[in-house]
């Protein structure tokens, strides 16, 4: 959302009767991800205050609490800084009711007055009216003295999950992750893949978009994607440029059968079949895969596309495929810690922990394993995670290949990802940053490695 948006939905907020009903929403929405470690996208969805809020307050709403989260850090420093003594706050809705008044003040282009007079009475409506006057004390304190505290602060640092630097520092070294770290501050642009690639300069034009030299289209003034001429059209659909790549990494694909396992919302399975490929589309999600069929269907790709609500770790395919030796093309798209695309849900660094990982890295290694005991001799599997942790990607596939010496890696020429030399590692891999790019907008964090079954 570029600058006069902002201006535009805050006026509109504040002028608003619904002012409270906003920020209400928003408490609720904070206290979903922070306290129950509900993702933001899904408590967005369960959420019947949000559903009644109109369309603009809806905006600011979700505005608000992605930059909370997004500047939680820094905020809870502000909080500190103001607090004369440690132990006073001693609530999550008192803390959750201040961060989202220091959001609205410091990072939002609300007024200060109208910041602090809806945390107020926020908590007075939650029937907290004693600590309705010390809310109003931090912020007021703020108001005075948080500028000169915000200017000495290292957000990035501050606003990445401790236990995440420490791994991206082990993995990457100290000036790649403060160079993650940073630009995960940065919103992400809104990319584009276009369903008929004829049509690439045309959309270019009418989305107002530059065309990277992947292919996908991006541009950079956002806006409510349902309003843009071409969605409901099916003539487009929202992938980060970096999600793209795997999909180009089989070449040619007309008229050949690809396997997409763990293929929800289906970003991936739509770019096969638009190439000229018959997908069948695995997941073990059966919410997961309305979206995908809702997606699939706007973009008028169903007879290109079979779906299928198995658990890929079991899933086999059908007897006239084993027959022919299995299937020839295997996409894997790995459950993983999405810790890659953190500047696009920037609550993922506080749904995740190092366990979680840990279970993420086992069930990546079985469908590994699954996905090679399928795969036809002579066949490609491509594998990728949204992750930045080397025991998701560049670990996994080492191992991989250390039990299974009949495949080999298929090394990525960098012309085949546009000419960015920058996004291939050593082993041929790609390994992809937040900051790549960044001159362009940057990217979402990725994986990818080619295999092939050789024997």
Known sequence: MNSNEEDNNTKDINASSDALATRRCALELLDAVLRQKTALDVALERSSNFAELGMRDRAFARMLVTTTIRRLGQIDDLITFAQERPDALKTDIVRNILRLGITQIFFMNVPNHASVDTCVRLAQEKGMSRQSGFINAILRRLTREGSERLACQDASRLNTPEWLLKLWIEDHGLNTAARIAEANMNEAPLDITVKNRDEQAYWGGALQATTLSTGTLRRLGGGNVRELHGYDDGKWWIQDAAAAIPAMLFGDVTGANVIDLCAAPGGKTMQLAALGAHVTSIDRSARRLNRLKENVARMGLEESVEIEISDAESWKPPAKVTNAGGPAYILLDAPCSATGTIRRNPDTGYLKSPKDI??????????????????????????????????????????????????????????????????????????????????????????????KRNN
């Not at 001799?377 to 995670?385: A, E, F, S």
Request: proline content about 4%; overall charge negative; glycine content about 10%.
């Open 358 to 451: 840990e279970g993420l890295t086992a069930i990546q290694a079985r469908l590994l394993n699954s996905a090679a005991e399928i795969l036809a001799v002579g066949g490609t599997l491509v594998y990728c995670t949204c992750s930045l942790q080397k025991c998701e990607g560049e670990h996994q596939i080492d191992t991989f290949l250390t039990t299974h010496p009949d495949f080999t890696r298929v090394p990525v020429n960098p012309q085949e990802v546009g000419g960015y030399e920058e996004l291939v590692n050593e082993n041929g891999d790609l390994r992809i940053f937040p900051f790549h790019l960044a001159e362009s907008g940057g990217l979402d964090g990725f994986f990818i490695s080619r295999l």
